[in-house]
């Protein structure tokens, strides 16, 4: 419940692939690039992307913050061009995001960013809360969620291994109920 006040409070764009970072100051990129990023990778690169030629246009200094690196994230701004290398450069990872050491890097963070982009897989997950309210904290004047679509994602939810066979049962992250087949 905290959370939701939290986002609410902070009035940020939900799904806003055609929404404009506006303003003027630093910008952050939140960027999630954990194990579940790989069927949207292209997607969230061109948003990335986009972000970036408008921070251009405006000439904002940008930080781009990749998730797997939660509590080790360099939150620095660079010239756009330096974090577009950066981009070009970055993959999904086969690791888990590290939302709660992100969260405890923001809350040390010095630089003043007047807008934030967080580009997340749109799972819950730990550290999210935590996130959230440093976000919060940060009181930017401009804060935009944006979510892939996880209709082909799925997770393994359940394993009976037996002398006969091994069996699982998958599920869709979105919380749709998996084909059966």
């Known amino acids: ?76 701004t660079q010239r756009v061009e330096q974090v577009e290398a950066r981009l070009k450069a970055a993959t999904p990872q086969p ?15 010095t630089i003043a960013f007047t807008g934030i982009a967080w580009l997340s897989n749109g799972l819950d997950q730990k550290g999210a809360e935590q996130l959230l309210a440093s976000l919060e904290k940060m009181a930017p004047q401009q804060l935009q969620y944006f979510t892939s679509q996880l209709q082909n994602l799925h997770v393994i939810s359940k394993v009976t291994n037996t002398p006969e066979a091994l069996s ?5 992250a979105d919380g749709q109920p998996a084909a059966s087949g």
């Not at 799904?15 to 999630?32: C, W, Y």
């Not at 690791?95 to 963070?109: F, I």
Request: charged share 25%; hydrophobic share 45%; aromatic share 4%.
């Open 95 to 109: 690791l888990p995001v590290d939302l709660t050491g992100l969260a405890k890097r923001l809350d040390e963070n």
């Open 1 to 76: 419940m905290a959370a939701l006040v939290i986002v609410a409070l902070a009035e940020p764009i939900w799904n806003a692939q055609d929404s404009r970072i506006s303003g003027e100051g630093p910008l952050l990129i939140i960027m999630d690039d954990g194990w579940t990023t790989g069927p949207d990778w292209e997607e969230r690169q061109t948003t990335a992307r986009n972000l970036l030629a408008q921070a251009r246009e405006n000439e904002r200094p940008v930080a781009l913050a990749l998730t797997t690196l939660g509590g080790k994230v360099e939150l620095a």
């Open 168 to 172: 699982v049962a998958l599920e869709r």
